[in-house]
């Protein structure tokens, strides 16, 4: 339903992040139950879905799937989402995080060769190119993406999309102003930003920090996704930021022809008024443009 001047997105995509699951759903630093609070962020999605808020056209996740690379945290992984992607009609992007082992993630989740070799695709949803980037160092927790795999992005970016390319990565290529955050930052990154200069880059996903956060990389907007598992506190003073069970979100990524939006939805909802029916659309849709701003527009008079 087109009620503006902007006519409905594309395609939409969820973004998700940092499930940091644990085999046998060991308590996650031993506090956080890392298992149920993706089952309830995945309930939320599900929910969302039936009651037709949203057409998903992908489900990805930016890194840390696993907290330390365990195979019985990424089958466990693959039992909990697979069914929910396949209730969608969604593919599943999986994304490396500095948490992560490559060798487990290949071979667990993605069915690959247990090696070493950088986790990376590409997936086309009916025009919008999405890029998975691996920027884990294996035995490091910072972030990188090596030469190769910059070639190989820029290989891929010489021959546009026809709805544009939106990149998904672990370490977000922004500043934190959480002190010591920037020791495991990605690295190099003006060799990333020369890798998409010129490129149909419409967007890049990231997470890693269990914070929502946004801002720009070489001209290209950043949109971090809070954690699932557990998010951090960045309302008490930066020295003493620490993480809590509360406050979890994922995001939606809207594609429109002329922009990319992204909306943080909260896992935990309250009943919702009854302002805004079906009834209430309904009698909008019908009205002109014009009847429509005097009605929803325009200000009743002063006293």
Not at 260 to 287: G, I, N, S
């Amino acid at each position: 339903m087109q009620l503006g001047q902007h006519a409905p997105a594309r395609r939409t995509i969820v973004h998700l992040s940092d499930t940091h699951l644990l085999a046998g759903n060991a308590p996650l630093g031993g506090l956080y139950d890392a298992e149920a609070n993706l089952v309830r962020t995945l309930g939320r999605l599900e929910r969302m879905a039936e009651d037709g808020a949203v057409r998903i056209d992908a489900l990805v996740f930016t890194g840390d799937l696993t907290d330390l690379g365990e195979p019985g945290a990424y089958l466990r992984l693959r039992e909990l989402v697979e069914p929910v992607a396949a209730r969608l009609d969604a593919p599943v992007v999986w994304v490396a995080g500095n948490h992560d082992e490559r060798p487990e993630l290949r071979r667990d989740l993605l069915g690959l060769s247990a090696d070493e070799q950088p986790v990376t695709g590409v997936w086309d949803l009916g025009g919008l190119r999405l890029v998975a980037l691996d920027s884990s160092v294996p035995g490091w927790h910072h972030g990188e993406i090596d030469e190769e795999q910059r070639q190989w992005l820029r290989d891929l970016l010489a021959t546009p999309a026809p709805l544009g390319t939106i990149l998904a990565l672990h370490h977000p290529p922004l500043p934190s102003h959480v002190p010591l955050f920037d020791i495991l930052e990605l690295r190099d990154q003006p060799a990333l930003a020369d890798a998409i200069a010129g490129s149909d880059v419409r967007a890049i996903l990231a997470g890693h920090l269990h914070y929502s956060m946004n801002g720009v990389f070489a001209g290209v907007p950043v949109s971090v996704a809070a954690a699932s598992c557990y998010t951090m506190d960045v309302a008490r003073p930066p020295l003493r930021v620490n993480g809590m069970d509360a406050g979890q979100t994922f995001q939606l990524v809207h594609v429109y022809d002329d922009t990319v939006t992204h909306t943080v939805v909260p896992v935990d909802a309250d009943d919702p008024a009854a302002f805004f029916t079906p009834d209430w659309y309904e009698r909008m849709a019908r009205l002109t443009p014009q009847q429509r701003l005097e009605e929803f527009s325009r200000k009743p008079p002063r006293p």
